[in-house]
């Protein structure tokens, strides 16, 4: 079964540093990578997305650091706001079936004020 | 950006009951997702639909159906509730034609199977 996996599964930072949130997939038939950002009591909403054939994509505070070799990503969160405390879920997609994505587990960030 | 509700947002059903999950988006996208969600499993996708008429299995879809009778319609339907069943579910929508990859999320509904 193609598998997302996600580390670490619960992750707290204070209030102004920069939390990173890891991802690592097995299939090499993905090609886009979206992490999607989702609030106690709400779907989930796409926060920011990379394709494999860039290393990296940056939107704002938010930046995805993609290593197509080692099948892994990161995402980066820079001067981390307690507004940004919810859980990420990293997620790939091979482009086939409706686009199917397979979403990881997720990483639990807390920001401390 | 797309709008995509879903009815009922809370249930209760009881074990052996009928349950129908409404899902409703208004942006005229081609692909709707069911998933399901659980504490330590994520997002897992039960059904999806290129459009009207059309459904797909999912990666778990023992014991759902979907039903997808327009463009803006997408059911998920349990036709015996079992307490597994218990779950949030979430219902998403796509547009082929501008890639597809992006997926708009519904609010979410809560069933409880007793």
């Known amino acids: 079964q193609q598998q997302v996996r996600q580390s670490p599964q619960s992750l707290t930072v204070w209030e102004g540093e920069t939390a990173i949130l890891n991802c690592s997939y097995e299939?090499?038939?993905?090609?886009?990578f979206p992490w999607y950002q989702q609030f106690p009591g709400e779907g989930p909403a796409l926060l920011i997305s990379i394709r494999s054939v860039s290393d990296k994509k940056e939107d704002g505070r938010f930046t995805i650091f993609f290593n197509k070799r080692e099948k892994k990503l990161s995402l980066h969160i820079t001067d981390s706001q307690p507004g940004d405390s919810a859980t990420y879920f990293c997620?790939?997609?091979?482009?086939?079936?409706?686009?199917?994505?397979?979403f990881g587990k997720g990483t639990h960030l807390h920001v401390l004020p | 950006e797309a709008a995509v509700t879903q009815s009922p947002r809370n249930k209760v059903a009881v074990t052996g009951g009928k349950v129908t999950l409404s899902c409703n988006q208004t942006?005229?996208?081609?692909?709707m997702y069911w998933y399901r969600q659980d504490t330590g499993h994520g997002l897992r996708l039960i059904h999806y639909?290129?459009?009207?008429?059309?459904?797909e299995k999912g990666d778990i879809p023992d014991g759902y159906k979907a039903s997808r009778p327009s463009q803006e319609n997408f059911s998920l339907i349990l036709e015996l509730a079992t307490p597994s069943q218990t779950s949030v579910y979430f219902c998403a929508s796509g547009d082929a034609r501008t890639g597809g990859y992006e997926q708009y999320f519904g609010p979410g509904t809560r069933l409880t199977v007793l």
């Open positions: 997620a790939a997609s091979a482009g086939t079936n409706a686009y199917k994505v397979i």
């Open positions: 639909s290129y459009g009207a008429g059309s459904t």
């Open positions: 299939d090499s038939t993905f090609n886009y």
């Open positions: 942006n005229n996208h081609n692909n």
